[in-house]
């Protein structure tokens, strides 16, 4: 069974920074894209980043309304895809959920919490 594992949560106050981590085996993140959401207090889901590679090629992709303070990479030998925030506000504040999908398949983490305080 695929493992989904995000560490890097907490409470930071509003103008800080933050990354996030995304583990899981070596054969899903070297074939998977890879993809950072935040779900809200009200349980809506958006996507915020995506990373994969194709051939020697990495390719990132941003969206929705964190695309312009957040940075997505990977860390190839520890399986591991990071998303760093910056500017964070109150309005941020959310469960940020990792993905890990390929054709039909998707792999959810249980997500980590990050609270913004004002």
């Known amino acids: 069974q695929v493992q989904v594992v995000e560490s890097g949560g907490g409470l930071v106050q509003a103008g800080g920074s933050l990354r996030l981590a995304c583990a899981t085996d070596a054969r899903t993140f070297s074939t998977h894209v890879m993809a950072w959401y935040r779900q809200t207090p009200t349980k809506e889901r958006e996507l915020i980043a995506t990373?994969?590679?194709?051939?020697?090629?990495?390719?990132?992709l941003y969206t929705g309304t964190m695309r312009s303070r957040c940075a997505i990479s990977r860390d190839n030998k520890k399986n591991t895809v990071y998303v760093q925030i910056h500017s964070l506000t109150p309005e941020t504040t959310g469960v940020y959920i990792c993905?890990?999908?390929?054709?039909?398949?998707?792999?959810w983490g249980q997500g980590t919490q990050v609270t913004v305080s004002a």
């Open positions: 990373i994969d590679t194709e051939g020697m090629d990495e390719k990132t």
């Open positions: 993905n890990a999908a390929l054709d039909v398949n998707s792999y």
